[in-house]
């Protein structure tokens, strides 16, 4: 498992910028615009390569996140999405957002921190008992 990057939410994406980048050093990694879903994603990191910081804009947010709201997720790469869940499962773990694309899943610790599970590579074909499996509470 490699560790890849924590999801915090922005209300002021100009401020959070100059926060992160001017005032701390990072640097932008990548950039994602989802004009579907309303918001973008600004990957930030100490170098190419490097752990980031993944902000979280979401364009009609209005009024201030409350705490917990704006603290998204961490984030690990596995090597088999099905297998890592499947082990997890079988230990206990409940698995809120399942596998259904064979790349992403999110399951949460017992203080209820977010934990994203990422497919290293492409997506692994959606296959069953994951593809219908259906999300379990928050996450």
Known sequence: MKFLHSMIRVLD???????????????ETRRHEVEKGRFTLIFLATEIGAPEIEL???????????????????AYEVEDIYKTCEKLSEKGVIIN????????????SPDGISIELLQKGNSLPPKEPWLSAPNIGEW
């Open 13 to 27: 994406l100009d401020k959070a910028l100059d926060f992160f980048i001017n005032k701390l050093g990072l640097i």
């Open 97 to 108: 957002r399942p596998p259904r694309d064979g790349y992403m899943a999110f399951i949460k």
């Open 56 to 74: 979280t804009y979401n364009w009609d947010q209005a009024k201030p996140y409350t705490t917990g709201r704006f603290f998204g997720h961490l």
